[in-house]
């Protein structure tokens, strides 16, 4: 039984809480904008996200790569063509992300 003093009670409201807050923190600013008319800025950023997103992360791979100790960062030069290459052909982000990903991993296993 849950009463007023429980434990139960405090998890379950600070839960609900949590919830609540969550659910206003992503849905208001969609509901503040809603008849805003959209700038030419946002809709670079918007086009262009995918792109910035991967060389992002293509940094942020190779930040520690060392190109002068074996395997001369082969496996990180592999995965950031396969990403590249499959961004070029199927112009699909998630695709090239996760794609790259695997051959980068089976070039680390087997390199």
Known sequence: MISI?????AIFSAVLLSAFA????RALPFYAIKNHKQSKWLSAVERH???M????LVFYALKDTKFNLYPYGL???IGVISAILIHLK???TLLS??????IYM???RFF
Do not use: D, Q, R
Not at 5 to 9: D, R
Not at 97 to 102: G, I, R, Y
């Open 53 to 56: 997103i991967m060389v992002i």
């Open 106 to 108: 089976l070039c680390l």
């Open 5 to 9: 003093n429980s434990s139960e009670l």
């Open 97 to 102: 992300v996760v794609s790259s990903t695997a």
């Open 49 to 51: 996200m995918g792109l």
């Open 22 to 25: 969550t659910f206003l923190t």
């Open 90 to 92: 199927f112009k699909n």
């Open 75 to 77: 496996n990180e030069i």
